[in-house]
């Protein structure tokens, strides 16, 4: 028995917005130091906070949805298998499971699209 599930739409909304602003959070981090973080110099670092912050407002906002999830959860694999996968193949030995979680989870947002609240799939 699914006793949420005629809440599904609504609760798929704000994961949608939650995952997307707390995305966009880290390239905050990276691109303007906020947050606790450090700008990043590198163009490597540059790029994957451009995706982030750009991506992860795009996400949010439901806009161009499957799009931007499917480039962020490109640049997770990416972040994973080279930042993490290197110390072992453990995500949570090797701390890469934020990274895992959100190319998965972007990765279904790009085949589902913006659903209710988008501004534009």
């Excluded at 130091?33 to 991506?55: C, D, K, N, R, S």
Aim: aromatic share 12%; with cysteine; net charge positive.
């Amino acid at each position: 028995m699914r006793i949420l599930s005629k809440y599904e739409p609504f609760l798929y909304a704000v994961l949608r917005i939650v995952a997307g602003l707390l995305f966009a959070c880290h390239g905050a981090q990276k691109l303007l130091g906020w947050f606790g973080g450090q700008q990043a110099t590198e163009p490597l670092m540059i790029a994957a906070g451009a995706i982030e912050l750009v991506g992860g407002l795009l996400i949010a906002l439901g806009l161009f949805t499957g799009i931007a999830a499917f480039i962020a959860s490109g640049e997770m694999a990416v972040a994973y298998f080279k930042s993490h996968a290197p110390s072992g193949p453990v995500p949570l030995q090797n701390h890469g499971e934020l990274a895992v979680l959100y190319c998965f989870l972007f990765l279904y947002m790009a085949a589902r699209g913006g659903g209710r609240w988008m501004i534009r799939d």
